[in-house]
């Protein structure tokens, strides 16, 4: 994929289904009795692995181009499948899916692709082990492939060292099989999405500061779930929007969560002109439309309890940086190190290449903004969040930009370069 500098950026967008909460409704669904349809589900490939895991659990689930139906069984309904499962490039599938898998009556091998082989599995397995679970990493290493041996779980009360919606979820969903209340306390609230969706479906979840608890053995009940747009995919049409001179970009029906939202309040502080219209509220969780303008930007520092709200749009941010004046830094995002690439280096490696003044931390980077970025090779590493992040960085960079990898986009947004094309129209 090539790409080149442009004169601005005009149109609307609409931005596919919020991947976080396509897999959890997927999850919640196959659990829950009777029938859940999910309108706006992310057709990306990660979310696709989750539809696949659940079928190969017994769970009838039909996709179609309007809604996906989902034939829950219960708590208790899922049955042991022939094969191994393979959740693809998804950590979220791998360590939600572990929690409900733990207290199963049969046994399963999870796998997935040779990235998911090398990210950090010990988060959930320490805890979901501290339950009662009979769950081990099959080459010794921490990572995936894991081998679950379904057992009676107990009620814990766990302190988790990462602010992680995904340790987090793997939990809560364990809890539901347990024979108490479940707890949860993290460093920083992470996005709260499973606790929202579990609610919706029946169960009883209690959130007070940074502590979340569950209930067993609810009744869940098939929902009607509207999925609103990904924030972590309009991040990349509100950076565009911001840097590109001359644009004006209208990106329909995003979800606003407060524990996602992060990018908004740094995109503002840093500048950014960014107008919320049409805020609402759909099944708990807030939506509206985003109008971005082009906007002079300037550094800031960017650090604690806000990271765990903008984990995923931290490469972004590192190239609106690279334009802004000044001095950006991002402090205590460690968590990038661990993503489906090292992104600290992969950012730092091809932001260098197209000219950029940045420096690695042990838990984040310094980008001096404001020096006039060159088109570059950029290696991708496979990594859908780098390969879109550097496509809006190109737009701005003189010279021809090259993206390596560049189909790795369709693991969460397919369509993410005709979309971008369409506003240079």
């Known amino acids: 994929m090539e790409l080149k500098k442009v004169q601005g950026l005009k149109g609307e967008v609409t931005i596919p289904g919020d991947k976080s909460i396509s897999h959890r409704a997927v999850m ?3 659990i829950s009795q009777g029938l859940t349809e999910v309108t706006n589900f992310l057709q990306g490939a990660d979310c696709l692995s989750t539809i696949s895991c659940f079928g190969k659990l017994g769970i009838p689930i039909e996709n179609t181009p309007e809604k996906i139906l989902i034939h829950g069984k219960g708590l208790h309904g899922l049955s042991a499948p022939s094969e191994q499962l393979d959740a ?15 207290p199963q009556p049969f046994s399963v091998t999870l796998t997935g692709d040779a990235s998911i082989q090398k990210r950090p599995m010990k988060r959930i397995i320490e805890p979901l082990t501290q339950m009662g679970a009979s769950i081990k990493s099959i080459n010794g290493n921490g990572c995936a492939p ?8 107990k009620a814990i009360h766990y302190t988790s060292r990462v602010a992680s919606a995904q340790v987090k979820s793997a939990i809560l969903l364990a809890g539901l099989y347990g024979d108490g209340e479940t707890m949860v306390t993290e460093p920083y609230v992470s996005r709260n999405h499973s606790e929202i969706m579990l609610r919706h479906f ?5 959130t007070k500061d940074t502590t979340v608890s569950i209930l067993p053995e609810p009744k869940l009940s098939g929902q009607k779930i509207e999925v609103p747009g990904d924030i972590s995919s309009a991040a990349y049409f509100i950076a565009a929007g911001l840097l590109v001179p001359n644009s004006e970009i209208l990106i329909k029906n995003v979800g606003i969560n407060p524990t996602r939202d992060g990018i908004l309040k740094v995109a503002k502080e ?7 219209l049409n805020v609402n509220e759909k099944q708990g969780e807030k939506v509206a439309d985003l109008l971005v303008k082009s906007s002079s930007l300037h550094g800031i520092t960017i650090k604690g309890e806000i990271i765990p709200t903008l984990i995923d749009e931290l490469p972004i941010i590192a190239i609106m940086a690279a334009y802004a004046k000044g001095t950006t830094t991002i402090k205590d995002a460690a968590e990038l190190k661990v993503k489906e690439s090292n992104r600290i280096d992969v950012m730092v490696e091809n932001l260098s290449a197209m000219g950029c003044d940045i420096t690695a931390t042990e838990d984040g980077m310094i980008v001096h903004g404001s ?12 990594d859908h969040r780098i390969a879109m992040s550097f496509a809006v960085a190109a737009l701005c960079a003189d010279g021809i930009t090259e ?13 993410f370069y005709q979309d971008l094309e369409r506003l240079t129209k």
Do not use: E, H, W
């Open 28 to 30: 919640f669904g196959s």
């Open 88 to 102: 693809g490039n998804s950590g979220t599938t791998v360590r939600l899916i572990s929690g409900i898998l733990a």
């Open 146 to 153: 894991l081998s679950i041996t379904g057992s009676p779980l």
């Open 202 to 206: 029946g169960a009883s979840v209690t």
């Open 270 to 276: 840093m500048g950014g002109n960014i107008t919320l």
């Open 371 to 382: 020096a006039p970025l060159k088109g570059a090779v950029i290696d991708s590493k496979l």
């Open 403 to 415: 993206i390596k990898g560049s189909q790795c986009v369709n693991i969460s947004y397919p369509a």
